[in-house]
C-alpha cells in the first residue's frame, strides 16, 4: 500500500456546488497534514494545514482529518471557476509525502 | 514581493552536460527544499536544508548535489545529467525548521536528451 493515495480525477463539478476532495494514508505516524492548490504552469501554493484529527475553516475552504480511518478531506462551498486547479494533500512526520494530485473542473 | 525564484525556467540540455539551477527567497526563511514533480509520480523531495551549511537528502538524491553557503540561496546542481532526470523542478521554502508553510518558486522545466 502507498504511503499517500489520492485520486487523479479529474473531477467536474458544476459552479456553486460543494467538492470534496480525499486523501488516505498508511503511516499512522504522520500529524501534520496539509492541502496545496497548483494552478497550470504555477508552483504549489498552501491553502491550509491541521495538526492531528480534526476540522480546520479558512473562507470556503474546510479541512477535515480522521486520524482512526487514515482518511484527510478538503472540502470546497460554493466552488468558483477559479477554484479549477489540481489540489495536492501532503503529510508529514519526519519527512513530508505529497499525493499525486485531482484534477477540478469548476464548470461555469 | 515576498518570492521564490528559480532560473532557469525552461532548460533543454545532453547527457552528461553539468548544469545549475539557482533557487532564492527574500523571506528570510530557515528552510529550504527542492523537488520534482512527474505525470503518475506526483511532488517527490530531493534535497532539503535547515539552515546554511545544513542539507540532508529527500526521497530522490541519486544524480544531484545541493549546497547552502547562503541563507537566501539553494541550488540544485546535476553533474551529468541523464534523460530520466527530465522533468518539473520546484524549489520551495519556509519559516522556522519545518516543512510546513511552504511556499513554492515557479518551477523549472528540464529536459535532458
Known amino acids: 500500500q502507498k504511503e499517500v493515495e489520492q485520486d487523479p480525477g479529474p473531477l467536474s463539478v458544476p459552479e456553486g456546488a460543494i467538492v470534496s476532495l480525499n486523501c488516505t494514508y498508511s503511516?499512522?505516524?504522520?500529524?501534520?497534514f496539509m492541502w496545496y492548490r497548483q494552478y497550470s504552469r504555477k508552483g504549489p501554493e498552501l491553502l491550509m494545514y491541521?495538526?492531528?484529527?480534526g476540522n480546520k475553516e479558512d473562507g470556503r475552504f474546510t479541512a477535515q482529518v480522521d486520524k482512526s480511518s487514515k482518511y484527510i478531506s478538503l472540502f470546497i462551498r460554493d466552488s468558483q471557476p477559479s477554484d479549477s486547479a489540481t489540489y495536492l494533500c501532503a503529510m508529514m512526520d519526519d519527512k513530508i509525502i505529497f499525493g499525486k494530485g485531482t484534477r477540478l473542473h469548476i464548470l461555469p | 514581493e515576498a518570492q521564490v525564484t528559480q532560473n532557469p525556467r525552461y532548460l533543454i540540455t545532453v547527457t552528461g552536460k553539468k548544469l545549475t539551477v539557482t533557487c532564492s527567497q527574500n523571506m528570510n526563511h530557515e528552510y529550504m527544499s527542492w523537488y520534482r514533480q512527474d505525470p503518475g509520480l506526483g511532488l517527490r523531495q530531493i534535497y532539503y536544508s535547515m539552515n546554511v551549511e545544513v542539507t540532508d537528502k529527500g526521497d530522490v538524491p541519486e544524480g544531484y548535489k545541493v549546497s547552502r553557503k547562503e541563507k537566501r540561496n539553494f541550488p540544485l546542481i546535476l553533474e551529468s545529467p541523464s534523460p530520466n532526470q527530465t522533468s518539473l523542478y520546484f524549489c520551495?521554502?519556509?519559516?522556522?525548521?519545518?516543512?510546513?508553510?511552504?511556499?513554492f518558486g515557479p518551477g523549472t522545466r528540464l529536459t535532458v536528451t
Open positions: 520551495a521554502s519556509s519559516p522556522g525548521h519545518r516543512m510546513l508553510e511552504q511556499y
Open positions: 503511516n499512522s505516524a504522520f500529524q501534520y
Open positions: 491541521t495538526y492531528s484529527s
